[in-house]
């Protein structure tokens, strides 16, 4: 059974650009969780999906940043106009259930090292 | 809100020593999990272990211990048999009723041989 899957591993843009980083939850995961990791900090929750659902978006910066996840293929987190501040490390993460089932572990990828020059 | 705090940003022991990580964590929920995480260089994010609020009983597994104090809101990680492997960056995170992870600044840990 394959981990859960980031790509890509390392994404390089100018500001202004668009980033799109994907994330493929482990098989049977219907529950994926995006959080960011400033340099020399811990991860920061942004956004929890699940199919085709945005169920919980209140660590999402209000502005340039959407995600989603649909009925087929990999959740995208896209950050549009990139800024440097920006920068940082995007992980992943998904479980079988979610909210109210107890405290399921959470399996992370290895994480989309973002760079804004 | 809820919160984690690491109040240990580097620590350091001898291979085959025993050392342990500080979390402390402030909720009004009752009902809630802790996890330890730890990040290695590669930056993969490994549950270590992880506790039930529920459970007076404290988790192990294999070389890894906690130490759950919930009146104290305080949950340490105890690694005995420390290993170089062990290095790494290690993060103590709580999940409430939304489930999703509050995360600590994180404890660097160095391994000596």
């Known amino acids: 059974n394959a981990g859960v899957m980031q790509n890509p591993r390392h994404l390089v843009r100018r500001r202004g650009q668009e980033a799109r980083l994907r994330c493929s939850p482990m098989k049977g995961h219907s529950h994926v969780y995006w959080y960011r990791q400033l340099p020399e900090e811990g991860l920061k929750f942004m956004v929890y999906l699940q199919k085709e659902n945005i169920i919980d978006e209140s660590g999402m910066p209000k502005e340039r940043f959407s995600a989603e996840f649909p009925k087929e293929g990999p959740s995208i987190l896209r950050i549009q106009q990139v800024v440097r501040g920006d920068s940082a490390a995007y992980f992943c993460?998904?479980?079988?259930?979610?909210?109210?089932?107890?405290?399921?572990?959470?399996?992370f990828g290895p994480g989309t090292r973002l760079t804004v020059l | 809100a809820q919160t984690v705090t690491q109040s240990q940003p580097e620590m350091s022991v001898q291979e085959a020593e025993t050392v342990t990580l500080s979390c402390t964590y402030d909720?009004?929920?009752?009902?809630?999990?802790l996890f330890w995480y730890k990040q290695p260089p590669s930056r993969q994010m490994i549950l270590v272990i992880r506790?039930?609020?529920?459970k007076q009983q404290n988790a192990t597994e294999n070389r890894f211990s906690v130490n759950f104090q919930k009146a104290a809101k305080s949950f340490s990680l105890k690694i005995s048999d420390s290993q170089l492997g062990d290095a790494a960056m290690y993060f103590c995170?709580?999940?409430?009723?939304?489930?999703?992870?509050?995360w600590g600044l994180g404890t660097s840990l160095a391994v000596n041989p």
């Open positions: 506790q039930e609020a529920y």
């Open positions: 995170a709580y999940a409430g009723n939304n489930r999703k992870l509050i």
């Open positions: 993460a998904s479980s079988p259930s979610g909210y109210g089932t107890g405290g399921n572990e959470q399996f």
């Open positions: 909720t009004s929920e009752s009902d809630y999990y």
